[in-house]
């Protein structure tokens, strides 16, 4: 069973940085997707980045793009999202998610498996 381990978050200030760190166990065979969402207080979950494991493309969400870094280390299983200059607006449960597809999505319903989130909070 493939499961999902987030950590990293925290509180910063307005400008801080932080890096969430995801950590698969269990075996997947096919290639797949990480991605990061997000869910800010009272709004839906929406998407922020993503990364195929075997090719390491990327996709970014606008409102970070140029901001935030997704990146993956294949020989941890890790996936990262690198947040630097961090805004109120950025605040939010972050979640680390799976689709075993190996074509990158946007959709939330496409992925397969979640970590059980990591709450980012920026003040101002």
């Known amino acids: 069973q493939v499961q999902l381990v987030e950590s990293g978050g925290g509180l910063v200030q307005t400008g801080g940085s932080l890096r969430l760190s995801c950590t698969v166990s269990?075996?997947?065979?096919?290639?797949?997707?990480m991605a990061w969402f997000r869910q800010p207080p009272g709004k839906e979950r929406e998407f922020v980045a993503a990364?195929?494991?075997?090719?390491?493309?990327?996709d970014y969400a606008d409102s970070v793009k140029g901001r935030f870094t997704i990146s993956r280390d294949n020989a941890k299983n890790t996936v990262y999202l690198q947040m630097p200059n961090l805004k109120p607006e950025d605040t939010a449960v972050y979640y680390c998610?799976?689709?075993?597809?190996?074509?990158?999505?946007?959709?939330?319903?496409?992925?397969?498996?979640w970590g059980q989130g990591t709450q980012v909070i920026v003040s101002s």
């Open positions: 990364i195929s494991w075997l090719a390491g493309t990327t």
């Open positions: 998610a799976l689709d075993v597809g190996g074509r990158i999505v946007r959709t939330l319903g496409r992925y397969d498996v």
């Open positions: 269990g075996r997947i065979f096919n290639d797949y997707v």
